[in-house]
């Protein structure tokens, strides 16, 4: 009975021994992990990930800001804090696991040994004004890389043909598809079969005409051919003209390729094919160099009187744009350079010929802010060639309205 006794309570000891170490490695882990998010905070607001973060945000409210006139500055500001503080504590959320998964806590440490110290300092001071002065530059060149990579892409087999060659590929081409090609001469043998068998090359253009090849074929596959638009090719450049009915065996056609001019413009390559029959396609590259198309468009005036404010808001000025091209364009941005009204308008693609509007409210709560009462006020307008949020072609053009 005494060794029984003696045995409970040494387990006893045992277990309450084994619980209060458990605890204690709970909470030096607790302890831990607190002292390493507060580190990784720390790492976010020296390396100015959090200052980024709250331009982003107050630029956020300043843009619905300015759509939204006739609301008072106080609310703005209360809307800034609340905002911020929930937004942060969000970010912070979202962003603190990533750093826990991709550093360990010493290399946290050095990061922010390395962002407290003067080299550090520097790094952050002058991070943004190197992102600036390279945004242009580095348009420049993703411009020039890509047109370096298309230049590349587009002399590859292009040697001249032997005749030898050209008998070969004319062979190859009818045992394939069935079709003799009658005016190879015309087109261009893809020697290294990079692009599929011919290649299209339409060549530089005056970007006035429209410009036709023509693939001439004869039906020698012993059963009539059916030829039919590329079903995925969404160029609207490019027009196929291939015949309404079936080529009958032993019936030659021109197969008609033509480049639109009003809608080509820059070095373009691109990869194409003819469906026929079953499904299977003749394969072939176009390439053209037409002339950029420029931003055209007209506006309902550029110049506007100001007429005196006899309530608190003004009545819109309406500035009407219109796109009189062939192009697409958005406004991008405008800036005003007398803050002194509202301004309202579309953000999204203004299709060739449609109109949009630029509407500008003058405010006298505005007006008394400034210290130049001159209402006087002029608009920077930015328009950006191309479809809003696709690939911009990197042409802007800027125009100037004025209300005085």
Not at 250 to 275: C, M, P, Q, V
């Amino acid at each position: 009975m005494v060794f029984i006794e003696c045995y409970h309570t040494y387990e006893r000891k045992t277990m309450r021994t084994n619980l209060i170490t458990s605890i204690l490695i709970l909470f030096s882990f607790q302890i831990n992990a607190q002292s390493l998010d507060k580190k990784i905070e720390n790492l976010l607001e020296l390396d100015g990930t959090i200052r980024n973060i709250e331009n982003l945000i107050t630029q956020t409210i300043d843009y619905q800001k300015q759509n939204n006139f006739g609301i008072s500055d106080n609310y703005w500001e209360a809307l800034g804090q609340k905002v911020t503080e929930k937004s942060l504590k969000e970010f912070k959320s979202l962003v603190k696991p990533i750093y826990f998964n991709n550093y360990t806590e010493a290399e946290i440490d050095n990061l922010i040994t390395f962002y407290s110290s003067q080299t550090g300092k520097l790094v952050i001071e002058k991070q943004p004004i190197i992102i600036e002065e390279l945004s242009l530059p580095l348009m420049q060149w993703s411009q020039n890389l890509g047109s370096l990579v298309i230049e590349e892409i587009e002399n590859r087999g292009e040697n001249e043909s032997t005749s030898d060659e050209k008998e070969k590929f004319k062979t190859e081409f009818k045992d394939k598809y069935g079709l003799q090609i009658l005016n190879l001469t015309d087109l261009a043998i893809d020697k290294e079969n990079n692009i599929g068998d011919l290649l299209i090359d339409f060549g530089k253009t005056d970007g006035k005409n429209d410009i036709t090849k023509i693939i001439r074929v004869r039906n020698n596959s012993g059963e009539e051919i059916e030829f039919q638009n590329p079903k995925f090719f969404s160029n609207e450049v490019i027009k196929f003209d291939l015949g309404n009915k079936p080529l009958g065996v032993g019936k030659t056609r021109d197969l008609k390729i033509t480049l639109i001019a009003d809608l080509a413009e820059n070095k373009s390559y691109s990869i194409s094919g003819i469906n026929y029959n079953n499904g299977d396609r003749i394969r072939f590259g176009i390439k053209y160099d037409a002339p950029p198309k420029e931003i055209s468009y007209e506006i309902s005036d550029k110049k506007m009187k100001f007429k005196k404010l006899q309530q608190d808001f003004s009545k819109p000025y309406v500035f009407i744009l219109k796109n009189t091209g062939k192009k697409d364009f958005y406004i991008s941005d405008i800036q005003l350079d007398n803050q002194i009204a509202y301004l309202s308008w579309n953000k999204e693609t203004i299709k060739p010929n449609d109109k949009t509007e630029i509407r500008v409210v003058f405010s006298k709560q505005l007006i008394a802010k400034q210290i130049n009462t001159n209402p006087n006020l002029k608009l920077k307008v930015d328009l950006t060639k191309g479809e809003k949020g696709g690939f911009s072609n990197y042409v802007n053009k800027s125009i100037e309205l004025i209300i005085e």
